[in-house]
């Protein structure tokens, strides 16, 4: 949380984050057999 009005970002810019990142950040957290809507 930022408090002190100066953000430390991880990545200095959208340019400089990378695509593992990017996919590490969609990936689902269950296998598609255990996912819970799986059913709809």
């Known amino acids: ?16 984050v990378s695509i593992e990142k990017v996919e590490e950040h969609f990936a689902a957290p269950w296998a598609p057999e255990e996912h819970p809507l799986r059913d709809l």
């Open 1 to 16: 949380m930022d408090k002190d009005g100066n953000p430390r970002w991880s990545d200095k810019n959208i340019a400089t």
